[in-house]
């Protein structure tokens, strides 16, 4: 799972992170329509993620933070304000070089997996770099399942990586869905509800995963969660409430996040 370390650091906590983010999002606002009224789900958020920063997004449902966390990954576009990684306008870009962007340098992990049933484990973990066509993607496949399997052995299935979805666990589909988010080595990997399907051993199994990618590599880390006890170990907890951030606290550390690790 390594990477070279990546300059910049985690925020102290508080303060929305560096004012100089590589991850920003920047008067986002986000609306539906549903029929004649106008859904406001996001009412002009600002936030700052820096690098090598674990930032958790708490508030309850309906709060807005499933969609913020799709609009930092670029996977849904905002009805106003702006996304910048690395000071580019990311919903600026045209769609083919957003897409691009989107799988080099964005992870994602979902409470729900979505693991393609037809395709075993190592497949389903290929998936992210397998995006090109013809020759030069069957030139890459011995890289990529070389690199799957490395990946899968990180999260403790190297004997399981031609299974099918349907005969893991649910925790074990989460760790293979969480290895398929590494395979392109991304930038920042964000979690929606990481844990949120799993029993408490299953879920202790994917945090442990986490947080090694967060001490061992520097992984910027957003995750959304409504466990108050994984939140507290983020070194940020911002508030979403009613689409507005109404908050902002310090978490753990990383030393604490090592101790639940080695617990």
């Not at 508080?14 to 009412?43: H, I, M, N, P």
């Not at 913020?68 to 702006?82: E, S």
């Not at 090109?132 to 190297?158: E, F, M, N, P, Q």
């Not at 080595?185 to 299953?202: F, Q, Y």
């Amino acid at each position: 799972m390594s990477r070279p370390a990546r300059s910049g650091g985690a925020a102290s906590g508080g303060g929305g992170g560096d004012a100089s983010g590589f991850l920003r999002a920047v008067g986002v606002t986000r609306e539906y329509r549903d029929g004649e009224r106008t859904l406001r789900v996001l009412k002009g958020i600002d936030l700052c993620i820096s690098r090598g920063e674990v930032v958790a997004v708490v508030g309850p449902s309906g709060a807005g933070k499933s969609t913020l966390l799709h609009i930092l990954g670029a996977l849904d576009r905002p009805t106003g304000g702006q996304v910048l990684l690395d000071d580019v306008s990311v919903y600026s870009l045209p769609d083919r070089a957003r897409a691009r962007m989107r799988c080099e340098r964005v992870g994602f992990v979902f409470q729900m997996y979505h693991l393609m049933p037809e395709f075993s484990a190592l497949e389903n973990v290929m998936l992210p770099a397998m995006v090109d066509s013809g020759a030069r993607a069957a030139a890459r496949a011995g890289a990529c399942g070389r690199r799957a399997g490395a990946l899968l052995t990180d999260v403790g299935l190297a004997e399981r990586s031609h299974h099918r979805p349907s005969t893991l666990s649910g925790g074990e589909q989460q760790r293979v869905a969480i290895a398929r988010a590494l395979m392109n080595n991304p930038e920042v990997l964000i979690a929606d509800e990481p844990t949120g399907n799993l029993d408490e051993v299953a879920g202790a199994e994917v945090l442990s995963i986490l947080w090694r990618l967060n001490e061992g590599s520097g992984q910027t880390i957003i995750l959304a969660t409504h466990d108050r006890e994984l939140a507290e170990l983020a070194d940020r907890v911002v508030v979403l409430q009613d689409g507005a951030v109404t908050g902002e606290r310090a978490g753990g550390s990383a030393s604490e996040r090592r101790g639940y690790v080695n617990t």
